[in-house]
């Protein structure tokens, strides 16, 4: 990041709870293995080739980047996948009409240059093909298409979210015939399932001798439901005991795949269906996206696919709509702590109460980083509370002084777009590009038999060892 850095002595809150926890000098045996674009996109198909005009899309993903040191990987798929028919004469990239510039496509047609738009995303690019409409040769032409086309491809979904349609035995003796039907043409390329309520384990054992044909297994994830006029809460995505217990979830799936030898990734995932509800632009949900994505790791997630829908009309959408959004400084924060040499990350604390803390690892098992998230929830009425975390061991001196980083905002409601200021290190934002701007600030903590920091309700720290 294009950030400066400054140091200064902080001063803390007065601490209304103290933790104190012990620092492994080792990865345990529990810590989670941390991919290279553990933090991924997703980009819903119709819309891909729209959000490649935007400077804040390439803008956002190097910006990632840069703190991974890996290119974001990239999945183009969703809904309107299962929409779309492939036209190898079509000039344009994609072709479809609706009555409102917000609404998604009934149906729509796209063609080659769809696929050099894709060739062109700098990470491994996954794309989604359609299988509801049943029309294998169409579907296979695009495959080879995209195969010829893209350097940087690695998979090919057939289908989006078949729960939604039919039943579990229909749907796998369809994955299976469509693999070994495909995969004389573009090769061992796929991703199975791609499921948003299914278990993806069944799948696995049921595909027999064409799990060859996979090279990854796809489990979509929303915490929440914005679909019909559903009620959302931020207090309950926000919460770091609720995100450890849905997490939970994706960790035999994930033994499952990773037993066979495959991928297990969240191909589609952000904090609420239908494009987020009113909880999703928040730094609530910044702050969820942190504690998420860790979780993800520790439970076996390889990838974690955010996806970003319709263009102005999607709350959760990390750009795109008025302006970089709350919940892209979460991603940032994040992806510093993971940084270029994060191998593992383990959780520290024991998962029931509000405030969580973690410790990322680098290849030769050192500790580097400490993570402490406050997920108390904080609203901007009465006094906000703090907590104190004194760490000791993971080769924390007894003396000195340490460097911290704080992930702010006014309270977990805040919103970038409406005028709120959200900040990384006292004074790091982003404008409406995503370019990184402002003066990023480090504190200065002392160590005096232990290193103690204190993270306010709904604040999250990072601790550079």
């Known amino acids: 990041m294009a950030w400066r850095s400054k140091f200064f002595i902080s001063v803390f809150l007065l601490a209304s709870t103290i933790q104190a926890i012990t620092v492994p000098t080792s990865p345990p045996s529990n810590a989670g293995n941390i991919d290279k674009s553990l933090v991924a996109v997703s980009l819903e198909f119709f819309a891909f080739p729209q959000y490649t005009t935007l400077v804040s899309t390439s803008t956002c993903l190097n910006n990632v980047a840069n703190l991974r040191g890996s290119p974001v990987a990239v999945r183009i798929g969703g809904t309107t996948q299962d929409r779309a028919t492939y036209d190898p004469n079509l000039s344009s990239a994609v072709e479809y009409s609706v009555d409102d510039p917000a609404d998604a496509p009934a149906s729509l047609n796209f063609g080659p240059s769809f696929f050099s738009l894709a060739a062109n995303m700098s990470g491994e690019v996954t794309v989604g093909l359609n299988r509801q409409l049943n029309n294998q040769g169409n579907t296979r032409d695009a495959a080879v298409q995209a195969k010829n086309t893209m350097p940087n491809l690695f998979a090919i979904e057939l289908g989006n979210e078949p729960d939604c349609d039919w039943n579990q035995n229909a749907d796998e003796a369809s994955e299976q015939s469509w693999f070994n039907a495909l995969s004389t043409s573009v090769g ?55 995100i450890v217990s849905y997490t939970s979830q994706f960790k035999s799936g994930a033994t499952t795949t990773h037993n066979a030898g495959l991928r297990y990734f969240l191909g589609e995932t952000n904090s609420a269906t239908c494009g987020g509800g009113g909880i999703s632009p928040t730094f609530g949900a910044a702050l969820w996206i942190v504690d998420y994505v860790l979780q993800g790791a520790l439970n076996g997630v390889d990838r974690l696919y955010f996806h970003q829908g319709t263009i102005g009309n999607c709350q959760y959408c990390w750009w795109g709509r008025f302006t970089t959004g709350a919940p892209f400084y979460g991603v940032a924060f994040v992806s510093e702590f993971l940084g270029t040499d994060g ?43 703090s907590t104190s975390v004194t760490f000791t061991g993971g080769g924390i001196p007894s003396s000195g002084a340490k460097t911290a980083k704080r992930l702010t905002a006014p309270n977990a409601t805040s919103r970038v777009d409406m005028g709120a200021r959200v900040t990384i290190g006292s004074g790091g934002t982003f404008d409406g590009n995503c370019n990184a701007i402002g003066t990023q600030v480090r504190e200065n903590v002392a160590v005096n038999g232990g290193l103690t920091v204190s993270v306010s309700a709904s604040e999250a720290l990072i601790v550079y060892l």
């Not at 489990?219 to 959302?232: I, V």
């Not at 509000?354 to 990322?360: D, G, L, N, T």
């Open 188 to 242: 061992n390329i796929f991703q199975g399932a791609v499921y948003l309520g299914w278990d993806t384990s069944p799948l696995v054992s049921a595909l027999g001798s064409a799990i060859v044909h996979v090279k990854s297994i796809s489990r979509h994830s929303y915490p929440q439901s914005a679909c019909g006029g559903a009620s959302t809460d931020l207090r309950s995505l926000m919460s770091h005991s609720s």
């Open 343 to 385: 191998t593992k990350v383990a959780m520290l604390d024991n998962g029931t109460g509000a405030v969580a803390s973690y410790v990322v690892y680098n290849s030769a098992n050192t500790p580097v980083r400490l993570l402490v998230y406050n997920s108390n929830y904080y609203d901007g009425t009465g006094t906000r509370s």
